[in-house]
């Protein structure tokens, strides 16, 4: 027996003398690492004259299995033989080096030659062909049997013997009968042959069933007649308790629900324009926007698309007649339609009591209506104006106290009138999209309020925060960046802060970097110095 250990492509052996002109009596087995799993091996054998490949795979006459094959006879010869691998998985071939086995001669001669190795087609034909592997012999009459689990493990047994006995133990004799009725056609039981109850074409008759059955189906039939009318048990709704009611009318007796056009013209509004002062101007709030009532919803609508209308009279909102009216004039919930481009003088000046605030094209809602203008509470979420909206003028928002924090997303430049945040309950200002921000007064955002203030752009005038005491350093470090650097020609611009903000620039320290000031407690630069020096405008 030859030990051939394969690790790779290495291939080393280990054997005693081998003596030459054996025949199907050498064996060599091969051992191979995780490299060579899932190929097909085929080990080549060779001498000075001949050389032979042996397939190793089942069915192959050469292979012994359990990775061992008989070495082909004809290289059995004296002085040496070599031997080698190669192994097959798809389009992968893996190879080994030739290993020498030494042979010494024998002490025969004349053997009778032996039966010839098969050529490594023949051998692949055996693997695939299984006929090749069945036992021989058999005779007219008989047919392969397998005798048990093992592979080609068949025997020639007589054919009419095991037909006779697979007939006995698989078929049914068609002499036995079900019901009487022979197994020589098809079957058909009706409910006499299983004692069922036959099923009437009409339903089940009444007679056939319990008495139990009977009484149960008297009674559910009497109940059925005496709830087929609804007279008399009127008495038995209650309009809001136990049926619902619709646009405030009850759903109980005759006639149809009234339900009124969802918007209705807005007459009892009165809107002040600059032209008509004082005068009711009807369902207009500018020269191309319709204001509307929804009077289920108690919402205000605005639909249309350039500039508002203002009033002129300070401390008159625009809407006073709305929120502080009767309750029969209170509304809910306002909505801008996106596509107004700028908000009145004065229209929400002083106006309190909002309870809630979403984007543009969506709803403020209000709190209950009040006869004065004494604030019911503070919004804790955002009023966002829409994109179209690059006006805002003075005294808009002075003094309203309807929400927490404003964003506007004007998308281009943005002008702010003078004090149209003055006094304004914003904590939190935010200005996105605009391309730059220009006032046409002074005290643009004067509010004591105003804690966080964010913007992504340029302010081009002077701008006022004059009574914002409570500035954050990071408010006030993005106003500086976002502070216009002064050129020659450019004329003085003024940035008003509180005493109190003031201060704190005083008192922040950081780094700049490609003109943009950085907070840093180790840096070296004063806020003050980058807003005065960097910047060049002046502090106030």
Known sequence: MIKANIENQSLSLRFDEVISDSNRYLEIEFEYDSDWDDKTKIAVFKNDSDEFEVVLLDGNSMYSGNNKCFVPSEVIKAPYFSVSVYGIEGNVVVTTNEAVVNVTASGVANLEPAEPTPSIWNQLLNCINPLSRCPGGGTEGQVLQKDSDADYDMSWQDADSLISE?????????????????????????????????????????????????ASLSKANSAIQEHQSLDGKQDKLTNRVN??????????????????????????????????????????????????????????????????????????SYIEECICGNTNTSIDKIFIKNGITSIGKNVFNRFYSAETAYGYDKYWNVKSPSNNWNGVGVLSTALVLPPSVNLIESRAFQYCRFSDKIVINCEGPLTVGSEAFNGAGFITVEITNATSIGGYASNTFLSSSIRNFSISCNFNTSISFASSDKLTADSLINIANHLKTLSVGDGAQTLTLHTTAKTLCGNTKGTVNEGVFVKDANGSVYLTDFITQTKGWTLA
């Open 243 to 316: 049926i619902k009611s619709l646009n405030n009318q009850s759903l109980l007796g005759s006639g149809n629900i009234e339900i009124p056009a969802t918007f209705s013209p807005v007459d009892e509004v009165i809107w002040r324009s600059p032209k008509n002062f004082g005068k009711k101007v009807g369902g207009t709030a500018g020269d191309n926007i319709k204001v509307y009532r929804d009077i289920i919803d108690r919402t205000l609508v605005f639909l249309g698309s350039g500039e508002m209308y203002g009033s002129d009279q300070y401390n008159d």
């Open 166 to 214: 697979h007939i006995t133990s698989y078929f049914v004799p068609k002499t036995l009968k079900i019901n009487n009725k022979p197994l020589s056609g098809d079957i058909v039981l009706d409910s006499t042959d299983i004692g069922a109850y036959p099923m009437p074409q009409n339903g089940i008759p009444v007679t056939d069933l319990s008495a139990d059955v009977r």
